[in-house]
């Protein structure tokens, strides 16, 4: 089936993006990578909007270090992120990370915005900011705003972004001294979307966990984290099955998925221990 386009618009930077958005009168949509939304255009899912690409602005683009912030601006493509320097000495988990998405075509052109305002909740980069804390960086016709990832995911495809706005960048604490990180997931095939995962970092002053594709967001998973943070794992096991709901689907069912998410935990439990499970 052809996508059913509107219009399309290139913008030139940031402002002329906002502006574009504006006039559109509700039918614009931010073009990233186009990896989820052109599929989505090419199934009907979404049709008739004016499309506003924004893959040309560059100060979207890339790594930087502030201080003790991480700042990754929307634009990083995901292979992109996988061989930044920058991402791998200070929020490892990305990098990990894109070994499990899709194959080298989608990572050559999806980028890190786009997965996060996709929102797909087995998708590993929103878990991933999540377990790190991260902040997304919101621009809108009313100027900048900041959301926490904790705030940001709201349900299967919804986010805090509101109509006219672009998220620019996403900012993570860097990694504390022996801070380490670990993305485990289950799919039925290398490429395909996990049938659950989980994203752990144990830092200085506590564990963070998150889950994906069990529910329809990544889940902080707090009541696991605090079993962790005083060393008693069989516990944290057991908080985490209280702790998620997960769907069952033509892929898997809610106790199947509950049951991946406890192994894991324990496996990337071991894997921070310098065991293999
Ligand atoms: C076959 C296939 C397999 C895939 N497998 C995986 C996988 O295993 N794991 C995974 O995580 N992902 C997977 N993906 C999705 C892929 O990672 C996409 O790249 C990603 O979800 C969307 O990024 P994008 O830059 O292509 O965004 P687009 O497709 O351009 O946009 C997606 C949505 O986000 C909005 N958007 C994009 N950027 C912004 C922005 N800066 N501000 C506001 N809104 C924005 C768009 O308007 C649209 O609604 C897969 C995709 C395909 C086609």
Known sequence: MKASVGGYARATDLRHALDLLARSGGMGRVLAGGQSLVAAMNMRLSTGDLLVDITRIDGLRGATLNGDRLRIGALTRHAEVGRDPLIATHAPLLGQAVGHIAHAAIRNRGTIGGALAHA???????????????????????????????????????????????????SLPVAAAGERQVIRETARRSGDYALAGLCLVRRPSGHRVAVFSAGPRPILAKGAAAALDEGKLDDAVAALQDELDPPSDTQASAAYRRHLAGVLLRRAVADIEGETA
């Open 120 to 170: 797909d909740p087995a998708a590993e980069f929103p878990a991933c900011v999540l377990a790190l804390g991260g902040t997304i960086h919101i621009e809108g016709p009313e100027g900048a705003r900041e959301v926490a990832a904790e705030d940001f995911f709201i349900d299967v495809f919804e986010t805090a972004i509101e109509e006219g706005e672009i998220l620019t960048a996403i």
